[in-house]
């Protein structure tokens, strides 16, 4: 059987300036995968290169079997890829139900009462009923953030990609986000997860990733790449780094 998302020996450049270099990493259905890296290091732009935002200059991005590189982000979205955004991209003017229901119609596929339907379930999975009917552009950095999830929960994703939903964000609020990430793969969704909060992924994935200058420097379980030579260098800097991390 296939992986649900395979990237072959992609390359992204910006002008003279390669952000991912011959990456290849598989996913496979129900994975729970974190991505750590320096400022810099290409993580976001690789999400974008999964996701369709970014077109990647070589290499492949294949999702259950099928050639997805050369299909925009939307029509990747209604094959099952999922994502957000550092900085939340809601329909400010519009209510958060109302941001749901456009991505429960236009990436979920539904329509009429399924699509309310799903709307509603991606509302509730976020904690966010009591600020259904209020818009968008009202919400608080954690009601944003969590609006941001539920609206790629509403598309149906078989992978889920997550980009730094933890930044900002206080312990309480960490322990929150992480209880939903853990309730969602729970229902057999993939998750990668772009995190500079290390522990939240540490709470969360079975797997890490360690990307700097563009390429894979470390793939495992959490604790022993986080522990590897080369990951301390380039991301934890320092002992006290890595007992702070962890």
Known sequence: MAPLLELNHVTKRFGQVVVARDVSFTIEDGAAVGIVGPNGAGKTTLFGVM???????????????????????AERTRLGIGRTYQVPRPFSGMT????????????????????HSLAASALERARLSERANLRAGQLGLLDRKRLELARALATRPRVLLLDEVAGGLTEPEVREVVGIVRETLAEGVAVVWIEHVVRALLASVER??????????????PREVLSSAAVREVYLGSEAAFEAAS
Request: aromatic share 2%; net charge negative.
């Open 51 to 73: 996701s369709g935002d970014l077109r990647a200059d070589s290499g492949q991005v294949r999702l259950a079997g099928r050639d997805v590189t050369r299909l925009d982000a």
């Open 96 to 115: 958060v139900f109302e941001n749901l229901l456009v991505a429960a119609q236009q990436g979920g596929e539904r329509r009429g009462a399924a699509s």
């Open 208 to 221: 890490l990733m360690c990307l700097a200058d563009g390429a894979v420097i470390g793939d495992g379980e």
